[in-house]
């Protein structure tokens, strides 16, 4: 992300907006081009070179600060490491050690017995099985600058999740962590379209509260909310975005986002995470948000900001994968080849259960508006058994019904009021028979008309 | 009811209607409280139990509490000291136990607050964060609390910030890094020292004393009083002030004597038409636009225009290249190179306002250095080193107070003509001692003639403000 002094926003009466850049615009892509060369030409290099020489790249036409912004955003993706044979910290100290005894060191000798650098450099070098070179260069290898620039990448959420703004290993001598790096191309495109999402993401170090309004990708949406921290009041909304009253009348999702102390003073603490969750709604194919944002700390005086799906916002999270697992996925399989009535539909609802969320797999619905919930319960580890029912037990929807694998050790009674609406299975779940329980259980999901 | 530590607040499952100071969590149906106010809830509810006194227990109000937030553990302590407790910190220390390990002392710069601050932590006997303003006191409380209770502890003392995040029973760390951290972290400390509070009162370091569980308190200030009136916050969140001492009482007690010698080294010949160069470049674009140099706000404009015009982007680098130029001056080196003759039977400390000039001298002379890059760790072990002889020079660009941490030198070399360099020279210079064959102590200061450091040393010695 953007450090602060980066962020480039316009402040009016009403609001505050990111100053996007247009990223079809020439100059723009030139510079990301020159700059994404840069970093290429760097490899290997220590990164107090590759600083100055974006420092000293002056790029015609382009605010210095939007260099300095895709600059920073390709940091990011970078892994610096310390290049060394033996640890610095061990070069030094042995340096420092033999030096002492044999001061005064000196460039021009003028005593016989002015020792120079170099004897006490290879003997070093000598004791430690080193070239005089890896003595020389080993002593700093460790500074900041003297890292190596050894992999560029994209990071995942996850990495943003934890590792804060830190790009570099601190202690790494050598080893590789492949494995946490999706290897993307960087492109101009992408370096531009990721730097609007990140003035974006800057507005919110300030920002205090979170509205948000989401109509699909619910799974994806909340699972982002509870990987970055934030608490939240769910109301299911209609088309329109206004408040219904249950979720089974609900087109999407209102959620109000923030943190555990704000409930006591208007917090900017809880900025960080919200501008880490921004990237989770241009997931979404439709989605509105609005930010209350301080923007005078002695006032206490805030604008709103709002974006939505139209802003052209692209997302570098994962939407993950469609289906947990293959049971669900054969499921929604059979359903297409089957001859019923009665529709399927993916995460439709959501169940708030305070602290964190609850989104069964599907929903069942009928033409004639009548509707069922359906989460199955499939081959876990008992420790994550334990906390699925435990959230299970928490649902007080009567049209909420189960299906739950015989292989996994335990009874009806575990799953609360739900423990009349279960159906055991085998291997796989059979269309029909979830057909015929969503018949007995279905409720009407039209809204309750005036006459009683 | 329980009550749990959740991200910077308490969370009070099942708690009864009437518990005080807090708020109903509609998010998840259960009350909630700031952090700070644990001990008074422990108090309400007869659960407190203070290290010496018994639990006041009253029967009528007690209300069953399970304390699963508490996650500190009891530290038996005591500081390896190798001098007595002046009397007012005697008096200071006995006021704030008096006020049951709350509150806030008032006592001047280099009166020894840190010294407090460790007594202090022997005293509760739990574990502690010691909160710091700068980089810099943060490493000093790091190298204090390690002579103190280094061999007691089963863990090194940790540092959270400055690079460092190692969390251990006694902590520092610096304002940004708690304020940041804190909601991790609140419930791992039973006592919190804040040193130089009176910059707690702000929406964002305020949450540092208010996301923390740690029944004790000690705030560490010589200006307690803000012109905003905002330190009647501290109150609440730190504790009363419980002593204070005044200024002049303490005064002019500690200073040493040293004498200053100005050298000054011309460039080469190379290194002169190069800087002209690149001086000429910054100069012509700051005349063309008429920026006012010597008022803050022309310098600050000259910088806002750097950001989006490329001339002004391009004199900016000019500035710097030039200033590099006059900083790290061959003839410097050679000048060091004879005082390093002269002086190396000497304790001798090099100071450069920048890090990659220490760290040039250091591997030219293979002497240890100090930067801000320097982790906490190993500053303090470069430290002592130096306190004990093991090694006679040190090159730092980290400006070293006087204090408990910085052992005492008998030379001092100042290489760098930064703006700031008389203040530089003054905080140097107290930290010179004459040697004990009674040789005074020496200041030096080498300058680049003919650049902007002798001009801005001048501008600033004729007393050209704004």
């Not at chain 1, 539909?345 to 169940?351: C, H, M």
């Not at chain 1, 906390?387 to 037990?393: D, N, Q």
């Amino acid at each position: 992300m953007l450090t602060a002094n980066l962020a480039r926003s316009r402040t009016t009466d009403k609001e505050i907006r990111p100053l996007f850049i247009d990223p079809t615009d020439g100059r723009y892509r030139e510079t990301a081009g020159e700059l994404i060369q840069l970093f290429e030409s760097h490899l290997d290099e220590p990164k107090g070179d590759l600083e100055d020489a974006i420092d000293e790249l002056t790029v015609a036409d382009t605010d210095y600060k939007i260099v300095q912004g895709l600059a920073k955003l390709l940091k990011d993706e970078c892994e610096f490491e310390v290049v060394a044979s033996v640890n610095p910290h061990d070069i030094r100290q042995r340096l420092f050690e033999k030096a002492n005894a044999r001061y005064p060191i000196v460039r021009q000798p003028t005593l016989g017995e002015d020792t120079q650098k170099l004897e006490v450099y290879s003997t070093v070098a000598d004791e430690l099985g080193i070239s005089l070179e890896e003595c020389y260069r080993g002593m700093y290898a460790d500074l900041e600058d003297n890292k190596r620039l050894v992999r560029i990448g994209t990071r995942t959420a996850d990495q943003y999740a934890t590792g804060g703004d830190s790009s570099t290993s601190t202690t790494a001598l050598t080893g590789s962590s492949d494995e946490e790096y999706e290897h993307t191309d960087l492109t101009a495109d992408w370096l531009l379209t990721r730097y609007n999402l990140a003035l974006a993401q800057a507005v919110f170090y300030d920002a205090i509260e979170m509205w948000i309004r989401v109509w699909d990708h619910f799974g994806t949406v909340f699972s982002y909310v509870k990987l970055f921290g934030l608490m939240h009041r769910i109301y299911p909304i209609d088309a329109n975005g206004e408040r219904v009253a249950s979720t089974d009348q609900a087109a999407g999702y209102e959620a109000v986002l923030d943190g555990p102390a704000s409930l006591f003073s208007k917090s900017q603490k809880y900025g960080i995470r919200m501008a880490n969750f921004l990237p989770a709604l241009p997931l979404c194919d439709r989605w509105e948000m609005t930010a209350e944002i301080l923007v005078d700390e002695t006032t206490d005086e805030t604008r709103a900001f709002t974006l939505d799906h139209t802003e052209n916002l692209d997302s570098h999270y994962s939407a993950g994968n469609k289906f947990d697992s293959d049971v669900e996925r054969t499921l929604a399989q059979k359903w297409e080849r089957s001859n019923t009535e009665w529709e399927l539909v993916r995460e439709d609802d959501i169940f708030d259960l305070g602290a964190e969320v609850m989104i069964p797999d599907f929903a069942i619905e009928h033409p004639d508006g009548r509707r069922v919930i359906l989460e199955i319960v499939g081959f876990w580890t008992p420790e994550y058994l334990e906390s699925k029912l435990a959230k299970i037990r928490k649902v007080e929807a009567d049209n909420f019904v189960l299906a739950v694998s015989e292989r996994l050790d335990c009874a009806s009674e575990e799953f609360g009021r739900t423990a009349d609406r279960v159906l055991w299975f085998k291997t796989g779940i059979h269309v029909y028979d979830v057909v015929d329980l969503a018949e007995t259980v279905a409720v009407s999901s039209e809204p309750p008309s005036g006459s009683e | 009811m329980q009550v749990e530590f959740d991200d910077g607040t308490l969370l009070l499952r099942d708690a009864p209607d009437d518990v005080p100071c807090a708020e109903w969590d509609d998010r998840v149906d259960e009350y909630r409280t700031q952090a700070y106010r644990y001990r008074s809830l422990l108090e309400w509810a007869g659960a407190w139990e203070d290290g010496n006194d018994q639990a006041t227990l009253q029967d009528s109000f007690a209300h069953a509490l399970e304390d699963a937030a508490r996650a500190y553990p009891a530290l038996d302590l005591t500081p390896a000291l190798h001098i007595e407790p002046r009397d007012y910190q005697q008096a200071a220390l006995d006021a704030w136990v008096d006020h049951d390990r709350r509150g806030s002392v008032v006592l001047p710069t280099g009166s020894g607050k840190t010294f407090l601050g460790l007594q202090a932590i022997a005293d509760a006997g739990v574990s502690t964060l010691v909160v710091t303003p700068t980089i810099d006191l943060m490493n000093q409380w790091h190298a204090t609390l390690t002579n103190a209770f280094g061999d007691q502890l089963p863990e090194p003392v940790g540092v959270l910030g400055g690079g460092s995040h190692d969390v251990t029973a006694i902590t520092v760390t610096t304002y940004d890094s708690a304020y940041r951290y804190i909601n991790e972290y609140g419930d791992q400390f039973g006592l919190l020292v804040v040193d130089e509070e009176h910059h707690l009162p702000a929406p964002t370091y305020q949450q540092i004393p208010e996301m923390t569980i740690a029944p004790y308190r000690l705030g560490l200030t010589a200006t307690y009083e803000r012109p905003d009136g905002k330190h009647e916050l501290l109150e609440d969140l730190i504790g009363p002030v419980v002593y204070r001492e005044d200024v002049d009482e303490l005064a002019g007690e500690y200073l040493s004597e040293y004498e200053t010698i100005h050298m000054s080294v011309d460039l080469t010949a190379e290194e002169r038409s190069k800087y002209d160069e690149e001086y000429q470049i910054y100069r012509d674009y700051v005349d063309s636009h008429e920026f006012d140099l010597w008022k803050e706000e022309g310098y600050a404009e000259f910088l806002k225009r750097t950001s989006y015009d490329p001339q002004g982007r391009r004199a900016l680098i000019a500035k710097q290249r030039a200033e590099r130029i006059a900083r790290t001056a061959e003839k410097k080196l050679d000048t060091l190179d004879n005082l390093i003759k002269r002086h190396h039977d000497d304790r001798a400390i090099i100071f450069t306002a920048n890090n990659d000039f220490a760290y040039e001298i250091s591997q030219e002379f293979v002497v240890p250095c100090i930067t801000h890059q320097t982790k906490t760790d190993e500053r303090t072990e470069i430290l002592e080193r130096f306190r004990t002889g093991e090694y006679a020079m040190l090159a730092t660009s980290q400006v070293l107070d006087e204090g408990i941490d910085v052992p005492a030198a008998n030379v001092g070399i100042i290489l760098s003509g930064s703006a700031s360099k008389r203040q530089y020279a003054q905080r140097l210079g107290r930290i010179l001692r004459p040697t004990d064959d009674r040789q005074p102590a020496r200041l030096y200061e080498i300058i680049t003639d003919d650049t902007m450091e002798t001009y801005v040393s001048q501008r600033r010695r004729e007393g050209v403000s704004a």
